[in-house]
């Protein structure tokens, strides 16, 4: 309502009071990142496509909770779930009760999400009125008369935008709250599939690599890159390391299961930067033991030092709210080159300027005259910091 009230072309601008301006702008940043969040809630991979893009419903929540989501639940959903995080065949029973408790409370905070949002519509609709109302006042003086909003609107805007921020706020922590559900079932069916991956077991739609076709594989790469979640931080938070282009600390330590970039050595010698998944850290050799993702389970196993280990972004950067979280042009980075399990060296051609955006990047190839391809895009999820700052 607040930016529509713009658009409408309502004086605002008589209304000089610094304070009902600060709460007009925290309201629009709050709503801003609500329906980010909302996005994020509705979007997240525990949801089978059929969700996807919808108004965020309690309804939906109840129907996975009762097992009777689409057919396309149990295909696409489930055949991303062996390499990316997925469900195994079995667990322990306390793993077994631990997720429909979580998707309980999920539910729960859903409806009291939508009935706080029904409550602020009322306080939303008596701002758009009261700008209504004064706009119908103003026109209705006389030529030469003062166009001032009176003291009296003033004072009441202030008190409605003050308890539509309040709403506001209440609303997005509940949000949160959801978000932070849905990580914690993503976390124990994770545990899941490293449990049965160890126990060499594999439910039927999810097959070992050595059945997964070529196409199939690069299917799971764009889903695993779409679905990485967005960090939407509290008023003056700073993005945590390993979100879009920030760097993990040097005593970081990337855990079982993780995906990270491998400087491996291939058949001719040769070192290549590699997508691979962590399985193990020997804290006595600080070294690293990680599977090649494009290969069968275990045939490829690297032992690799921790300075050839790179941890991919766990979250994306919002390039709205945190810029300063992505790599910016210019910026040298290994990605990964599309349709493959490899990384190379390019240049940074254009950011994200999207949440849902990808990076622009120009691969180093001497095959063109000014040694780089043309503008490639790659997703955030591949995208980190090179080591080496020479070029070739």
Not at 217 to 233: E, K, V, Y
Request: glycine share 6%; charged share 25%; net charge positive.
């Amino acid at each position: 309502h607040y930016s529509r009230n713009f658009s409408r072309g309502y004086n605002l601008h008589e209304i000089s009071n610094p304070r009902w301006w600060k709460l007009s702008r925290d309201l629009l940043t709050c709503h801003k990142n609500i329906n980010i969040l909302r996005q994020l809630v509705a979007t997240n991979n525990c949801l089978s496509p059929e969700y996807q893009d919808r108004t965020l419903n309690p309804r939906d929540f109840s129907i996975m909770r009762r097992g009777r989501g689409p057919a396309s639940a149990s295909s696409t959903t489930s055949s991303s779930s062996a390499l990316f995080g997925g469900e195994s065949a079995t667990s322990s029973p306390a793993l077994d009760t631990r997720i429909p408790d979580l998707l309980k409370e999920l539910h729960q905070l859903i409806q009291q999400t939508q009935e706080e949002r029904a409550r602020s519509e009322h306080n939303l609709t008596n701002i758009q009125k009261t700008h209504e109302r004064i706009q119908y006042e103003q026109k209705g003086k006389s030529k030469g008369m003062s166009t001032a909003v009176s003291p009296y609107f003033k004072s009441k805007l202030r008190g409605l935008y003050s308890t539509a921020k309040a709403d506001a706020e209440v609303e997005a922590d509940l949000l949160r709250k959801c978000l932070d559900k849905i990580a914690q079932i993503k976390a124990i069916r994770n545990e899941r599939r490293i449990a049965a991956k160890s126990a060499g077991i594999f439910m039927e739609q999810e097959p070992p690599r050595k059945t997964m076709r070529r196409g199939v594989l690069m299917t799971l790469l764009q889903q695993s890159a779409m679905t990485l979640p967005l960090w939407i931080g509290k008023p003056g938070e700073s993005p945590p390391p390993l979100c879009g282009g920030v760097q993990a600390g040097s005593d970081y330590v990337a855990k079982p299961g993780d995906k990270v970039a491998a400087r491996v050595k291939g058949p001719d010698g040769d070192e290549q930067w590699i997508l691979a998944e962590v399985v193990s850290f020997n804290t006595g050799t600080n070294k690293y033991e990680v599977d090649d993702i494009d290969s069968e389970e275990g045939k490829e196993r690297h032992t690799l030092s921790r300075r050839r280990v790179i941890p991919l972004p766990q979250w994306k950067a919002n390039p709205e709210t945190d810029p300063e979280a992505l790599f910016h042009k210019d910026t040298l980075v290994l990605a990964l080159y599309p349709q493959t399990t490899c990384f190379y060296r390019a240049l940074i051609h254009a950011p994200p300027t999207r949440p849902q955006d990808d990076y622009s990047v120009l691969f180093e190839d001497t095959s063109y005259a000014d040694g780089y391809s043309p503008p490639l895009t790659v997703a955030q999820r591949y995208v980190v910091a090179c080591k080496e700052s020479k070029k070739r």
